[in-house]
């Protein structure tokens, strides 16, 4: 067989960057991370074994003082920053630069207009609701902004009031120009003047990673993502992979080549079959290392 690992999949900058900081800090003694730190049971496993420790919202309210807690790159509400500080813990906030940019963005635009009594506003978020960095967002609103996962929802939204839209860094482009579309649509429906503010603010590091995979996955007979089962991003990525090549299949760990192989979708005694190994952004580079491992040695 001949595999290959695709150059462009593996950590975005924020999670490598979150990645390296709990590292580092953990050379310093006990910490602990709200949530994990990314969404791969795998890699969160390989810090734990270092001395991370996971925590949820319930832990943090009962953290002794000094406790030193990470924040994970996909950001949190100024709640948790008040939370933490007044259980007098120590913050290592390892929020993506991207994702704090949009945080800051989203809070000028709340406190410019919170005030408008005869016309309120409303903060629109393109966005899956309960995702961490959602969350995080919706928090520099008070909690008012509004998340709207597709089209179909469009009637969360008040027509004849004024919109300001943003999106979640790692939405895709095609689903958030076809919102603004539909938006700006409806709201010339309306009949009402009205503003409809509109701010891209995807990632563009993430968003483009999709031409990339379609590419690989089409020069490979074979392909196998790798990803987290809990990651919203893999399960986006891994769909665009498969429609570039049906043969795709999923895998969390190396142990599930094995089954793989017996149910027969990777024949190992063709020597000349392509096999592609890939992942999301929240996929770590060792683990696409010991899929190919395991690969080789069957």
């Not at 520099?140 to 008040?158: G, H, P, Y």
């Not at 968003?207 to 020069?219: I, S, Y």
């Not at 769909?239 to 969390?252: G, L």
């Amino acid at each position: 067989m001949v595999i290959s690992i695709d150059s462009n999949s593996g950590f975005c900058f924020g999670v490598t960057r979150a990645i390296q900081a709990a590292e580092g800090e953990l050379a310093n003694g006990p910490l602990y991370c709200l949530g994990d730190i990314v969404h791969n049971g795998q890699e969160v496993a390989r810090l734990e074994e270092k001395g991370l420790q996971t925590i949820d919202y319930d832990d943090l309210r009962t953290l002794p003082a000094h406790s030193r807690v990470l924040l994970r790159a996909h950001g949190e509400p100024p709640s948790t920053y008040w939370i933490a500080r007044q259980r007098g813990c120590e913050i290592i906030d390892a929020t993506c630069p991207v994702v704090k940019k949009l945080q800051d963005r989203i809070r000028a635009c709340y406190e410019a207009h919170k005030h408008d009594e005869n016309r309120p506003p409303q903060i629109v978020i393109y966005g899956k609701a309960g995702h961490a960095e959602v969350i995080g967002l919706q928090g520099q609103t008070n909690n008012t902004a509004i998340v709207i996962e597709s089209t179909d929802q469009l009637d969360k939204i008040d027509f004849t009031r004024p919109i300001y839209l943003f999106s979640q860094t790692t939405k895709e482009v095609e689903g958030f120009n076809a919102l603004v579309e539909a938006i700006r649509a409806r709201s010339q429906e309306s009949g009402v003047r009205t503003t409809v503010e509109v701010h891209d603010t995807i990632c563009r590091n993430v968003a483009n990673r999709v031409a990339e995979l379609q590419a690989f996955a089409k020069a490979n007979d074979t392909v196998l993502f790798v990803g987290g089962t809990k990651s919203s991003n893999a399960k986006v990525l891994f769909r665009h992979c498969a429609e570039a090549n049906p043969k795709t299949f999923f895998v969390s760990s190396p142990d599930e080549i094995e089954q793989l192989i017996t149910d027969g979708h990777i024949d190992t005694t063709n020597p000349d079959l392509k096999i592609g190994i890939c992942g999301a952004t929240s996929t770590p580079l060792w683990l696409m290392e010991k899929i190919s491992e395991r690969l080789s040695a069957s």
